[in-house]
């Protein structure tokens, strides 16, 4: 007999949906999987039997053929088996007629029947609902995670026995769990040591310039000598960039839902920060693997904040590997077996010493070479992309202001800017294009005049220009000004310092 059961597997972030085809046959006693499984897939065979023999079910001693459809496309992960052991179930004439024929059905199985948890179930059922499926069987760790997707009917799933059941008729089906599916506030997410902008004393410069970069998404980098607040000041970005909306908040939880994150499975209104060390390696900044593609730091920072400590000490192409993502706003990763997409939307905040031993100008120790070496571990096509470049002297005396303080303002020029753009592809000033600047950015004659020639003073480049406009929008944008001032050209010029 055969039996054919709807599954999904994660490509990237995204759901590919899988017809698991179980034959049961005649002939010698034994279980074959074919289309391309890896090796949790091959190994499923022992769990499922044991699953089954656990649960009080019939293990059919005759030949055995399990098909993962479409064959040519490689799956990977553990997320089939309970689809598996409900085909072979059916298979073997223990089920109702048409009883698989609308459902979808995602789970890991354990030696004594019980559903566990699989990765990405958010981005698997989305697919499933896609595939128009009436209902999705998903373990109970999962059902709030899967809840989260529109228009989805939940099924729990807790053991294998209990899912037979519901599915002969002979008991109800699990009640869900509670699911709160509206976004969490912006401090839904707490740290151990709470962070707030007025525990940086002066800096009043480089305070601003972060209030800038975190309304227009402005790629900022600040160089200073160790101890001045350069961490300490990009640490609490976070505490004044504007909430998720709830459609940015979905797709974010999709992104740590495939990797399997803390994150995933929650829609969180803070919008995420990630930190990595300075030997992550370029895989690890902008994803991939041997396997499965997995998303990277920059992924996992998408609608956020990726903050790169001692950008210098980054291995260089890893460095060199961020130019594309930064323009374009997405990786692309290929593999001789396909390319995946990821999504690649964050703020970059860095920061570095001046040079190898960190001092000031009078006592430092290094000789010209090395200071030219350093320098250099950050190349000029990189060091253009960003918008804000600012040189930190000193702490200075500057009164503290807080965080709240500083969000009200970055809040109000975000929702300016959402005003403004809605109804085009872009979200903030940093994402126009140049085709779009004499529109979303326009300069009157005084502005135009000064931003000519501040840029042709400054030798700056095509790009140096455009991004010393999209700041000067956004500046105006936090002083609530409509339209783009003189003064507000010179300050986006005066926040672009040669650093090096």
Known sequence: MLAAVRSAVLDGIDGRIVTVEVHVANGLPGYTVVGLPDAAGRESRERVRAAL?????????????????????????SGLELAVAVGLVGAAGALPPDTLADLGILGELGLDGRVRPVPGTLALVHALVGS???AVVVPEANAAEAALVPGARIRVARTL???????????????????????????????DE???????????????????????????????????????????LPTIMAPLDRDEALE??????????????????????????????????????????????????????????????????????????????????SRAGGATTFPADFLLVACANPCPCGRSSDDCRCGDVQRARYARRLSAPLLDRFDIRMHIARAGDAPPESSADVAARVHAGVERQRSRL???????????????????AALP?????????????????????????????????????????????ERACWLREEVW
């Open 132 to 134: 128009g499926v009436s």
């Open 161 to 191: 026995a209990e899912l037979h059941a519901c599915l002969t008729g002979d008991a109800p089906w699990p009640d869900l769990p509670v699911v709160d599916t509206a976004p969490l506030s912006p401090d839904g997410e707490s740290d």
């Open 252 to 333: 974010v939880a999709r992104i740590h839902s495939a990797a399997a994150t803390s994150r995933g499975g929650r829609l969180v209104a803070t919008p995420p920060f990630r930190a990595p060390h300075h030997g992550a390696s370029a895989v690890a900044l902008v994803g991939g693997g041997a396997a499965r593609p997995r998303p990277g730091e920059i992924s996992l920072a998408h609608r956020g904040a990726l903050f790169l400590d001692e950008i210098p000490e980054f291995p260089g192409p890893a460095l060199e590997a961020l130019r594309q993502p930064l323009e374009e706003r997405v990786v692309r990763v």
């Open 422 to 440: 809605r109804g085009t592809p872009w979200r903030r000033n940093a994402h126009l294009p140049a085709g779009a600047l004499p529109i979303c």
């Open 53 to 77: 023999l656990s649960s009080g079910l019939e293990y059919p001693m005759r030949r055995v053929t399990v098909n993962l459809a479409p064959a040519t496309v490689r799956k990977s992960g």
């Open 445 to 489: 004659p005084d502005a135009e005049s000064a931003w000519r020639d501040l840029t042709e003073d400054r030798g700056l480049s095509g790009r140096g220009a455009a991004r010393v406009r999209r700041v000067a929008r956004t500046i105006a944008d936090l002083a609530d000004r409509p339209d783009i001032t003189p003064d507000d050209v």
């Open 194 to 236: 709470p962070l707030d902008l007025d525990d940086v004393r002066g800096l009043a410069p480089a305070r601003a310039a972060l209030a800038v970069a975190a309304t227009g998404a402005h790629h900022a980098l600040f160089v200073g000598p160790p101890g001045v607040g350069k961490t300490m000041l990009a640490r609490r």
